[in-house]
């Protein structure tokens, strides 16, 4: 995945705070998925149109994590969430 990459949030996608964590729901399809702490950060970056790398960099900076394995890990979470149509690559 391209670091510099950013994404936009669907009209149709709404968030809700479930406890600890947050569950992204897309109002057309039913499709939801849950985010832990770390996925809310991640989400609440690409939300203020921080590119992917600028999450790693975050993430990084906030865990004591391996930079690779927060690369890896964000990573994996965006594809996911773009393979499930509740984010779309900004164009």
Known sequence: MDLNTR???PPHIMTRRVGEDVV???LQSGIYFGLDDVGV???GLLEKGE???AAITAITEAYDVAPETVRTDVCELVQE?????LL????
Do not use: F, K, Q
Request: net charge positive; glycine share 14%; hydrophobic share 50%.
């Open 41 to 43: 950060r991640v989400w």
């Open 7 to 9: 994404v936009r949030i």
């Open 88 to 91: 779309l690559e900004r164009t």
């Open 51 to 53: 590119a992917v790398g």
């Open 81 to 85: 969430l773009l393979g499930r149509g």
């Open 24 to 26: 992204v729901l897309d």
